[in-house]
C-alpha cells in the first residue's frame, strides 16, 4: 500500500524559494519607495515586506549572506522610513545573490557585514581574488561569542591566502544538517563539544525540504555523543567535505569510529590559528590536480622535441602559412602541452607511478572506490575491459538485453555466454523499461536448478537507462548474493556519473551500495538478522538475505565522464569496489587495460578528468541539485502552459513505471494542485525510479514522429541539439552545465512550435487534415508492439530449455560469407508461415531505441519482425535495406556441435569436425 503523503511544497527546493522571495523582496521595496508617504498603498506594502523579512529569516540563518545582521539592518531602515537606502539595499542584495556575484567577491559579505569595522575590510582587489568557500561552526554560543569568533578569525587571515571564507554557526545538530542541506558554500564542518540535538528555527517555510532530517532521532542519546555522531551523520550525506572535531574528551578515551570520523581532533587549549590552517590545508589539498598541475608545468618548460609528434608544442602549425587558423582556433597552450612524453613530471597511463597515480587515487576518493582507472576512448572501451578482465570462455553472463551494444560486443571478445534479460515493455512509446529484480531471480534459479549456478559470473545492468529508469541497486545485489554470493556485478552508469553527489542520487549507484552492504554484512547485527531469517524460511523458500560467511562484495561501475560532468569527449572512468580485487582480478584487469587502451593516450582528455574531478568535489553537490531544480522547473512549466500541453507531455513517474514496482505510491514529481511531491521516499524503496534530469516529452499530439520533430524543428529553427528520440517522443535532459538562460531558451522554442502548429493546422486542406489525423492517431493510439528476447536456436545451445547462447561461434560463423544469405524483410514472414526457422548472423541495432533487438544466433521471431517493418527509423546498424536481413543457412543450423551456457567446459573439446569454415 503506498505510504502516507509527506509535505508538498508549491517550490522544489528551498533554493528556488529563496531567490523568489528575494524578488519578491526587491519588488514590494520598490513599491513602497514609490508610494505616498502616509497613504493605505505606504501601509500594505510595509505590512508586507515585515512579512517576507520574517519568512526569510527563518532560511537566511543558514547562509553567511547576505547573513542575519544584514536582515536586522534592513528592519532598522524599514523603521526609520528610509525607503529609498531599504529599496536600493534590497537590490543590491538580490541581484548578487542571483548571479552568485558575492562568491567571486568575498569581501562583499564585510561590506553588509555591520560588526566589521572599516579599517577591517583589508584589501578589496586582493580579497576579490580569492576563492570563497564557507566554514560551519556547531556549537552553542551566544550572539557575542559568535561575533568574537567571526573575529578572531579574520585576524588569522594572511594576504597570500589563495582561498577565503565566511563563518556559519550553527547551534544545533539538526541545524548543522539543515545548513549542510541548503547552504552550497559550506566546504568544512567545524564541530565544537556537544551541541543540542533539537532546533528552535525550524519553520513551516522549510519544514517540506528536510524531511530527512526530521526522520532522524539521536535526540535520546547522551550529550558528549552528539558531537561524533553528527561527524558521521555529516560523512554520510556531504562525504567531500572536511570535518573538525574540538572536543574536551581525552585522547584515551575516544573511540576508534570516532578518530577515523574526523579529518582532525582538537582541544580547546590549542590556538585557533592552527585550526584555521587546518582547514586552508584541507581545502588546498582537495584543490589539488595533481596531472592536470604536472600538465601545465611541463608546458611552460622550454623543450627540444626529437620524439613523435611534429603538432607539439605547435611548431608544425604555428609556421605553417596553411593551417595557422587550426592553431589560433585552439590557442598555444592547447600544443605547448602536448607531447608524447612520460617523463619530466608527466605519467605513463599504462603504468601510472607519478602524477597519473595520484589523480587516479584522488578520484577514488572522489568517487567512493576502491579502484578507479581513467579511459581515454570512452566507456564503450570501458566496458569492454571489465568484461575481458572477469570472464572467460564458457562463463555466464545475466546481461540486460537493451544494454548498450558494447556490452554485446564485449562478450564475443570474450567468449562469455550470455543470459538476456528482458525489461518490461512501455509501448505507448516505442520503448523499454528496467529488469525486474524477480526475473533476475527466476533465470537464477533456473540455472542452478540445472546445476549450471557455478557458471554464472556477472550480473550486467544500465544504471540509469538512457531514459532515466533508475535500479535499486542495495536491493538488486543483496537478493541476488543471497543466490549466488560471489557474483560480481557491471553497473553501466554511463550517464550517472553525477549521481555520487547528491544524496537521494548516491544510494543508488553501485558504489555507495557495495560500500554499505559490505559494512552491513561484517555486523554483529546483520549475523543475528540472517540467522533469524533462515529459521523463518519456509520449505522450498529461497532466502533473500545472503550468508555473511559465504558473500563477497565485488562491484564494477563504468561512468561516462563526459556525458554528465565535466570531460572532454570520450573521457571515462572505471570505478572497483572488489575485496577480491588483489587477489584474484588485478592481474587480468591490467591485460585487459593494456589490451583496450591505447600507448598514445589523449593528455588533454586526462587533465579534464582530473579537474573534473576537483569540480565535483568541491561543487559537485551545488550543480547536480541544481540541475534537478532546473529539469523540475521545465517539467512544471510545460505542465502548467495551456499552449504547451495542447501539443507536448510530460512522462511522469507513473508513465514509466508499473504500480507494482512503486511501493512509495508515487506516480508524479509535480502537479498543479499540489505542487511537488518530495521524492525521498520513493528514492529510498521503490524498486525502479525515475531520474527528474531526463525529460521525456511525449509528442504525439503533433501529428510529428520523434525524429522529425528533433531534425525539422528543434535543430534546423532552434539549433537546440538532443540526443534520443522514439517514434512519438524526445528527450532532454538537464545536466552540471545547463543554463537557466538554456531552460527560458527551450520553452520559449517549445512555444514558438505550438504557434507554428496552430496556423499550419489552420491552413491544411481537408485532405491534409486527414492525414494529419490519422498521423496523431498513429502516434497516440497505434502502437507497433515491442518484442521480447526470442531464444539462441538449438545449434547454439547445449540445453534445451535452459538460458544461455554462445554468441562468439555465432559471431565468428559469419565470418565466411559461405555460412550467410540476405532474405528481404518482407519476405521473412512469409518464410516463416512455411515453417523455415530464421537465424540472425548479425546485430541488428535499430536507432532509436539504440540496442541490438537480434544476436547473432538469435532465433527470428514474428514479433521481431513486425517490429522492424514499423519503425520508421533511418538508421538500423547490422542491416542493409537494399540487400535485407542476413540470416545463416540451414545447412550451418544442422551442424553436428551445441556449445551453450550450460554445456561445461569439457564439452568444448569434444566438438566434432565440421566442413564448415570458422
Request: with cysteine.
Given at each position: 500500500m503506498p505510504e502516507k503523503k509527506i509535505d508538498s511544497s508549491h517550490y522544489y527546493n528551498i533554493a528556488q524559494f529563496r531567490v523568489e522571495s528575494w524578488n519578491d523582496l526587491k519588488n514590494e521595496s520598490t513599491k513602497l519607495y514609490s508610494s505616498p508617504r502616509g497613504s493605505e498603498d505606504e501601509k500594505l506594502y510595509k505590512k508586507n515586506l515585515q512579512k517576507l523579512l520574517k519568512d526569510i529569516e527563518g532560511v537566511e540563518c543558514y547562509f553567511a549572506f547576505p547573513g542575519l545582521s544584514c536582515?536586522?539592518?534592513?528592519?532598522?531602515?524599514?523603521?526609520?522610513?528610509?525607503?529609498?537606502?531599504?529599496?536600493?539595499?534590497?537590490?543590491?542584495?538580490?541581484?548578487?545573490?542571483v548571479s552568485d556575484r558575492y562568491r567571486s567577491n568575498p569581501d562583499f559579505l564585510e561590506d553588509n557585514d555591520p560588526t566589521v569595522e572599516t579599517s577591517d575590510k583589508g584589501d578589496r582587489a586582493e580579497v576579490s581574488r580569492k576563492t570563497y568557500f564557507e566554514v560551519m561552526f556547531v556549537e552553542d554560543v551566544s550572539h557575542a561569542e559568535d561575533n568574537k569568533l567571526r573575529h578572531d578569525l579574520r585576524d588569522l587571515r594572511l594576504s597570500n591566502e589563495q582561498f577565503a571564507y565566511g563563518i556559519v554557526v550553527q547551534h544545533s545538530f539538526e541545524d548543522a544538517l539543515i545548513a549542510l542541506q541548503f547552504n552550497y558554500n559550506i566546504q568544512a564542518v567545524v564541530i565544537r563539544y556537544a551541541p543540542p540535538y533539537h532546533s528552535k528555527k525550524i519553520t513551516p517555510v522549510i519544514k517540506p525540504f528536510i524531511q530527512n532530517i526530521l526522520k532522524l532521532d539521536f535526540a535520546s542519546r547522551a550529550p558528549k555523543e552528539l558531537g561524533p555522531i553528527l561527524g558521521a551523520v555529516v560523512k554520510k550525506f556531504r562525504p567531500e567535505l572536511d570535518t573538525y572535531y574540538v572536543t574536551d574528551t581525552a585522547l584515551s578515551n575516544l573511540k576508534d569510529s570516532t578518530l577515523k570520523t574526523f579529518r582532525r581532533i582538537f582541544y580547546r587549549t590549542e590556538d585557533l590559528q592552527e585550526l584555521h590552517l587546518t582547514i586552508i590545508r584541507g581545502i588546498s589539498e582537495r584543490y589539488e590536480t595533481p596531472f592536470f598541475s604536472a600538465l601545465k608545468d611541463y608546458s611552460k618548460k622550454p623543450t627540444g622535441i626529437f620524439h613523435a609528434m611534429p603538432i607539439s608544442r605547435g611548431n608544425s602549425v604555428f609556421k605553417s602559412r596553411w593551417i595557422i587558423d587550426f592553431g589560433n582556433f585552439y590557442g598555444r597552450n592547447m600544443f605547448l602541452a602536448e607531447t608524447s612524453s612520460t617523463t619530466g613530471g608527466l605519467d605513463s597511463l599504462l603504468q601510472p607511478t607519478g602524477s597519473l597515480k595520484k589523480a587516479q587515487q584522488k578520484a577514488s576518493e572522489a568517487y567512493g572506490s576502491r579502484n578507479t582507472y581513467f579511459v581515454t576512448n570512452g566507456t564503450s572501451t570501458a566496458n569492454k575491459i571489465v568484461v575481458q578482465a572477469l570472464v572467460k570462455p564458457g562463463d555466464v553472463i545475466l546481461i540486460d538485453r537493451d544494454c548498450h551494444k558494447s556490452h554485446h560486443y564485449g562478450l564475443v571478445l570474450a567468449g562469455a555466454y550470455p543470459v538476456y534479460l528482458d525489461s518490461y515493455p512501455i509501448e505507448d512509446y516505442s520503448m523499454y523499461g528496467a529488469v525486474p529484480l524477480e526475473q533476475i531471480k527466476e533465470k537464477l534459479l533456473k540455472l542452478k536448478e540445472a546445476g549450471r549456478l557455478n557458471l554464472v559470473k556477472m550480473l550486467?545492468?544500465?544504471?540509469?537507462?538512457?531514459?532515466?529508469?533508475?535500479?535499486?541497486?542495495?536491493?538488486?545485489?543483496?537478493?541476488?548474493?543471497?543466490?549466488?554470493?560471489?557474483?560480481?556485478?557491471?553497473?553501466?552508469?554511463?550517464?550517472?556519473?553525477?549521481?555520487?553527489?547528491?544524496?537521494?542520487?548516491?544510494?543508488?549507484?553501485?558504489m555507495f551500495a557495495a560500500q554499505k552492504l559490505f559494512e552491513k554484512y561484517q555486523s554483529h547485527s546483520y549475523r543475528k538478522k540472517y540467522k533469524t531469517h533462515i529459521k523463518g524460511l519456509k520449505a522450498n523458500e529461497s532466502p533473500t538475505l545472503p550468508d555473511p560467511d559465504k558473500v563477497r562484495i565485488r562491484v564494477y561501475s563504468t561512468q561516462s565522464t563526459h556525458k554528465t560532468l565535466s570531460s572532454f569527449r570520450q573521457g571515462s572512468m572505471i570505478h572497483i569496489w572488489d575485496q577480491d580485487f588483489r587477489k584474484k582480478s588485478e592481474n587480468t584487469f591490467m591485460e585487459a587495460y593494456m589490451t583496450h587502451t591505447s600507448t598514445s593516450p589523449n593528455y588533454q582528455m586526462l587533465a579534464s578528468l582530473d579537474v573534473g574531478r576537483r569540480q565535483v568535489q568541491f561543487e559537485g553537490y551545488e550543480l547536480v541539485e541544481k540541475s534537478?531544480?532546473?529539469?523540475?522547473?521545465?517539467?512544471?512549466?510545460i505542465h502548467d502552459h495551456p499552449k504547451l500541453k495542447k501539443y507536448f507531455d510530460v512522462l511522469t513517474i507513473g508513465d514509466f513505471i508499473p504500480e507494482q514496482h512503486r511501493k512509495s505510491g508515487i506516480k508524479e514529481y509535480y502537479n498543479s494542485k499540489e505542487g511537488w511531491n518530495r521524492m525521498e521516499t520513493a528514492w529510498e524503496q521503490d524498486e525502479f525510479v525515475l531520474d527528474p534530469t531526463k525529460i521525456t516529452l511525449h509528442i504525439g499530439k503533433t501529428g510529428v514522429d520523434g525524429d522529425t520533430f528533433k531534425n525539422r524543428y528543434l535543430m534546423d529553427k532552434f539549433n537546440i541539439q538532443i540526443n534520443k528520440t522514439s517514434r512519438n517522443t524526445v528527450l532532454f535532459m538537464t545536466n552540471i552545465g545547463t543554463t537557466r538562460g538554456s531552460v527560458t531558451y527551450l520553452t520559449n522554442a517549445l512555444l514558438k512550435i505550438a504557434d507554428e502548429l496552430d496556423q499550419e493546422f489552420k491552413t491544411l486542406s481537408q485532405k491534409e487534415s486527414n492525414n494529419r489525423m490519422e498521423s496523431i492517431k498513429s502516434l497516440t493510439e497505434d502502437f507497433p508492439p515491442l518484442p521480447d528476447f526470442s531464444y539462441f536456436?538449438?545449434?547454439?545451445?547445449?540445453?534445451?530449455?535452459?538460458?544461455?547462447?554462445n554468441i562468439r561461434e555465432a559471431f565468428f560463423l559469419a565470418y565466411n560469407e559461405e555460412n550467410y544469405e540476405y532474405m528481404p524483410l518482407l519476405d521473412c514472414l512469409p518464410a516463416m508461415e512455411d515453417n523455415r526457422t530464421l537465424v540472425?548472423?548479425?546485430?541488428?541495432?535499430?536507432?532509436?531505441?539504440?540496442?541490438?533487438?537480434?544476436?547473432?544466433?538469435?532465433?527470428?521471431?514474428?514479433?521481431?519482425?513486425?517490429?522492424?517493418?514499423?519503425?520508421?527509423?533511418?538508421?538500423?546498424?547490422?542491416?542493409?535495406?537494399?540487400?535485407?536481413?542476413?540470416?545463416?543457412?540451414?545447412?550451418?543450423?544442422?551442424?553436428?556441435?551445441?556449445?551453450?551456457?550450460?554445456?561445461?567446459?569439457?564439452?568444448?573439446?569434444?566438438?566434432?569436425?565440421?566442413?564448415?569454415?570458422?
Open positions: 536582515l536586522e539592518s534592513l528592519r532598522e531602515m524599514l523603521d526609520r522610513h528610509e525607503h529609498t537606502a531599504l529599496s536600493n539595499k534590497i537590490a543590491e542584495i538580490t541581484k548578487n545573490l550486467l545492468l544500465t544504471n540509469c537507462t538512457f531514459d532515466g529508469l533508475v535500479y535499486n541497486v542495495e536491493k538488486v545485489m543483496q537478493e541476488v548474493l543471497a543466490i549466488k554470493p560471489d557474483m560480481i556485478f557491471l553497473w553501466d552508469e554511463a550517464w550517472f556519473a553525477f549521481a555520487g553527489f547528491t544524496y537521494n542520487y548516491k544510494q543508488r549507484t553501485g534537478i531544480e532546473l529539469a523540475m522547473v521545465l517539467r512544471a512549466k536456436h538449438h545449434s547454439f545451445q547445449a540445453v534445451p530449455g535452459v538460458p544461455g547462447g540472425a548472423s548479425s546485430f541488428i541495432i535499430p536507432y532509436p531505441p539504440g540496442f541490438p533487438v537480434l544476436v547473432p544466433g538469435q532465433v527470428v521471431s514474428k514479433e521481431i519482425i513486425r517490429f522492424l517493418t514499423a519503425l520508421d527509423v533511418s538508421e538500423i546498424h547490422g542491416y542493409r535495406a537494399d540487400l535485407g536481413l542476413r540470416i545463416f543457412k540451414d545447412n550451418v543450423l544442422n551442424r553436428q556441435k551445441t556449445v551453450s551456457s550450460m554445456g561445461s567446459m569439457g564439452n568444448n573439446s569434444k566438438k566434432k569436425n565440421t566442413k564448415l569454415k570458422n
